[in-house]
């Protein structure tokens, strides 16, 4: 079964993070690293063991410097705080995020052993999603 509209694959992200980026309140998901991937991807909460929404990336930012950062604290749901705290130094790729697509039903699927960031989904969680996404 083909279900080509369906995202292969997924990103882990942590609460509260995930749920300011699936009510829209956060369009930079910030990173440590750059990234080359674009389209549409799934969103899986953080110890879930759900894809909870789809998300599109369209480009990346960065490094950012401290400026910018705080230039676009809207973007990123970030505070002042956070900015100047040295542990978020390395935070510095804003991976920009647009049409964010929570799913009205979670879809589970198993996390493979030591998959930290991305998730490549399976065929029969991508006929889940897929389903969703024609309804």
Not at 26 to 40: A, F, L
Not at 46 to 51: A, D, Q
Not at 102 to 126: F, S
Request: aromatic residues 6%; hydrophobic residues 40%; glycine residues 8%.
């Amino acid at each position: 079964m083909n279900h080509a509209d369906a995202p292969v694959r997924a990103l882990v992200i942590a609460s509260p993070h995930i749920e300011h980026i699936l009510s829209g309140q956060k369009t930079w998901e910030m990173r440590s690293k750059t990234c080359k991937i674009r389209g549409t991807i799934g969103l899986i909460r953080k110890g879930s063991g759900k894809v909870v929404g789809l998300v599109d990336i369209t480009g990346v930012r960065g490094p950012l410097t401290r400026d910018e950062l705080m230039e676009n604290l809207d973007k990123l749901h970030g505070t002042r705080e956070q900015i100047y705290d040295p542990a978020f130094a390395k935070w510095n790729f804003a991976w920009i995020l647009a049409q964010v697509r929570p799913l009205k039903m979670p879809v589970a699927y198993v996390h493979p052993k030591g998959a930290v960031g991305w998730v490549t989904l399976d065929e029969n969680v991508r006929a889940q999603i897929s389903a969703q996404m024609h309804t």
